[in-house]
């Protein structure tokens, strides 16, 4: 569960990058190492039973060499892709 609950949460990142400076999101970190790398994410081993799936794109700010087995803090913002609203219960 936690793991799907990151997946979402830094699949969300993604989304946020297109959003400006003056209505930007809270932003967030999360420190750990890499265990898998792609152009489109990168996944970090916060804990022994924690790892976190981030996605992103070619805006990503990069300081040095990012491959998996290093040490990274990644910095990341939350936004809605679908908000779905529920009825009222009536009881």
Request: with cysteine; glycine share 4%; proline share 1%.
């Amino acid at each position: 569960m936690r793991a799907f609950v990151a997946s979402l949460v830094l699949a969300l990142c993604l989304a946020a990058s297109t959003v400006t400076a003056a209505d930007s999101a809270n932003t967030y970190q999360v420190t750990g190492t890499v265990v898998e790398l792609t152009a489109t994410k990168i996944v970090v081993q916060k804990s022994n039973d924690e790892k976190w799936e981030i996605a992103r794109d070619g805006t990503a700010k990069v300081d040095g060499n990012l491959k998996v087995g290093v040490k990274v803090t990644v910095h990341y913002r939350m936004s809605a892709t679908k908000v779905e609203v529920k009825p009222v219960d009536k009881s």
